[in-house]
């Protein structure tokens, strides 16, 4: 949650409303990793897929033409960020996104993961550069961009995880005999 201390008490509604919906939503990859098993339960569920059929669940992406439910987060966070380029330092929606964290006591668990430094991370990973704020102010190009290269990242962690089956087959198998 929000520093009481660095926050305004008024806006303690807002950001409780605001953290609801997918683009502002602080998730981790325990929580991402958890999402992403039910979306397959579900998935398997709708399509009448049963674990005994042997489809694995990149090819069931593949076929209902999903995206992986860590790619659509950070492209829906990547699209958000384009609403708060314009908006001044001193406005409370900008405050509350780019609040930093109290630093006190850590907590069981790690360290505390804000948006902004989510948001940062996902620039990161779809490889935007330090002028992303320049980019997010046409709106069109801001959102072809982010669509662009979150399907890049797709299709390299797809043949990534396509290599590393193929080594795996590749493996003797270990037994007794």
């Known amino acids: 949650?929000?520093?009481?201390?660095?926050?305004?008490?008024?806006?303690?509604?807002?950001?409780?409303?605001?953290?609801?919906?997918?683009?502002?939503?602080?998730?981790?990859?325990?929580?991402?990793?958890?999402?992403?098993?039910?979306?397959?339960?579900?998935?398997?569920?709708?399509l009448s897929i049963s674990?005994?059929?042997?489809?694995?669940?990149?090819?069931i992406w593949k076929a209902v033409k999903q995206q992986r439910?860590?790619?659509l987060l950070s492209q829906r966070r990547l699209r958000f960020a384009r609403h708060l380029v314009p908006i001044s330092d001193n406005r409370l929606p900008r405050k509350l996104f780019v609040c930093s964290l109290p630093s006190c006591k850590h907590s069981v668990g790690g360290q505390k993961c804000s948006w902004n430094d989510l948001l940062l991370r996902a620039g990161r990973k779809v490889g935007l550069g330090d002028d992303w704020r320049s980019k997010a102010m046409d709106r069109n190009e801001w959102k072809r961009i982010v669509r662009e290269r979150v399907e890049s990242v797709n299709k390299n962690e797809e043949t990534r995880e396509k290599k590393q089956k193929d080594e795996r087959k590749l493996r003797p198998e270990w037994g007794w005999g």
Do not use: F, Y
């Open 1 to 46: 949650m929000l520093c009481q201390s660095q926050c305004p008490r008024d806006c303690h509604l807002e950001a409780a409303h605001n953290r609801i919906s997918t683009e502002c939503t602080v998730l981790l990859g325990p929580e991402v990793h958890r999402l992403q098993s039910l979306v397959m339960r579900c998935l398997r569920i709708i």
């Open 51 to 59: 674990t005994w059929d042997n489809k694995c669940n990149t090819s």
């Open 69 to 71: 439910v860590s790619s």
